[in-house]
C-alpha cells in the first residue's frame, strides 16, 4: 500500500473540514444519538467487508492489556463523538473546528513533555504562543 505522510495529511486536512460542516447539516434533521449510530453502522459494514474480502478474523487474540485499552478508546471516541455533535449543534463549526485543533496542541505538547519526557526547546514555546495568539484572534473576531 502507499504510504507518504504529507499525502496522507492533505487527505485528512480536506477530508475534516467538509466532515464537520456535514454533521452540521445532519445534526439539524437529525440527533447526535442516531448521527454516531448509523455513522458507527456503516463504518462496521465496510470495516467488515473489508475482513471478509481478507480472510481476516473478526475476533483476534488479544491481551488483557490492550482489551482494557480498546475498551477506554471506545467510552472515550463514544463520549468525543457525542460533545462534538452536541458542540457543533450549538456552535459555530470553523470557530469549534480552529479552536479544537488549538487546544488539542497545546494539551498534546504539555503532555508530551511531562508524561512522554520530551524536551521542548524555544521553536515549540514560539509556536504555543502562535497558536494561542491566533486562537484568541478567531475566538475575538467571533464574539464581536
Same mark, same amino acid.
Given at each position: 500500500?502507499?504510504?507518504?505522510?504529507?499525502?496522507?495529511?492533505?487527505? =485528512?486536512? @480536506?477530508?475534516?473540514?467538509?466532515?464537520?460542516?456535514?454533521? &452540521?447539516?445532519? =445534526?439539524?434533521? +437529525?440527533?447526535? !444519538?442516531?448521527?454516531? +449510530?448509523? !455513522?458507527?453502522?456503516?463504518?462496521? $459494514?465496510?470495516?467488515?467487508?473489508?475482513?471478509?474480502? &481478507?480472510?481476516?478474523?473478526?475476533?483476534?487474540?488479544?491481551?488483557?492489556? !490492550?482489551?482494557?485499552?480498546?475498551?477506554? /478508546?471506545?467510552?472515550?471516541? !463514544?463520549?468525543?463523538?457525542?460533545?462534538? %455533535?452536541? @458542540? #457543533?449543534?450549538? &456552535?459555530?463549526? +470553523?470557530?469549534?473546528?480552529? =479552536? /479544537?485543533?488549538?487546544?488539542?496542541?497545546?494539551?498534546?505538547?504539555?503532555?508530551?513533555?511531562? +508524561?512522554?519526557?520530551?524536551? #521542548? *526547546?524555544?521553536?515549540?514555546? @514560539?509556536?504555543?504562543?502562535? $497558536?494561542?495568539? %491566533?486562537?484568541?484572534? #478567531?475566538?475575538?473576531? /467571533? *464574539?464581536?
Amino acid at each position: 500500500m502507499y504510504y507518504n505522510f504529507y499525502v496522507y495529511l492533505i487527505i =485528512l486536512a @480536506i477530508i475534516s473540514p467538509l466532515v464537520a460542516f456535514n454533521k &452540521e447539516k445532519i =445534526l439539524k434533521k +437529525f440527533s447526535v !444519538t442516531n448521527d454516531i +449510530f448509523y !455513522t458507527s453502522l456503516v463504518i462496521v $459494514i465496510i470495516v467488515g467487508l473489508k475482513k471478509i474480502y &481478507e480472510k481476516d478474523s473478526f475476533f483476534p487474540k488479544i491481551s488483557n492489556d !490492550t482489551g482494557k485499552r480498546l475498551a477506554l /478508546q471506545c467510552v472515550i471516541v !463514544t463520549l468525543a463523538l457525542f460533545m462534538g %455533535g452536541i @458542540i #457543533i449543534l450549538q &456552535e459555530n463549526v +470553523f470557530v469549534f473546528k480552529s =479552536l /479544537q485543533k488549538s487546544v488539542y496542541l497545546i494539551i498534546l505538547l504539555i503532555y508530551s513533555v511531562c +508524561f512522554m519526557k520530551m524536551d #521542548i *526547546n524555544i521553536y515549540m514555546v @514560539i509556536g504555543i504562543f502562535l $497558536i494561542m495568539g %491566533g486562537s484568541y484572534l #478567531i475566538d475575538k473576531k /467571533q *464574539n464581536k
